[in-house]
C-alpha cells in the first residue's frame, strides 16, 4: 500500500487518500464495466443524432416535393 493511501476496512478495492481524504475504487474490473457503460452510451447519443439529422433531411425533401406538387397544380 502506497503512503498516499490509506485502506478502508471491509473494502479491500476501497482506499482513503491521506490528503484530501477522498475515496478511491481501485478495482480494474469495475472501471472496465464503467468505461464499456460510458462508450455504449456515447455510441448511442450519436446514432440518435445521426437519425434526427436523417429524419430532418426527410422533411426538407418532403417540403420541396410539396411546394413543386403545389407548382403544378397551379399552372
Known sequence: M???????DGYSELKR??????????STSEYKTYMAVQTAK??????????????????DEMSSIKSMIQQILEK
Open 42 to 59: 456515447k455510441s448511442e447519443k450519436v446514432k440518435m443524432q445521426t437519425m434526427c439529422d436523417e429524419i430532418n433531411s426527410i422533411k
Open 2 to 8: 502506497s503512503n498516499r493511501h490509506i485502506q478502508i
Open 17 to 26: 487518500e491521506r490528503y484530501s481524504s477522498g475515496i478511491i475504487n481501485t
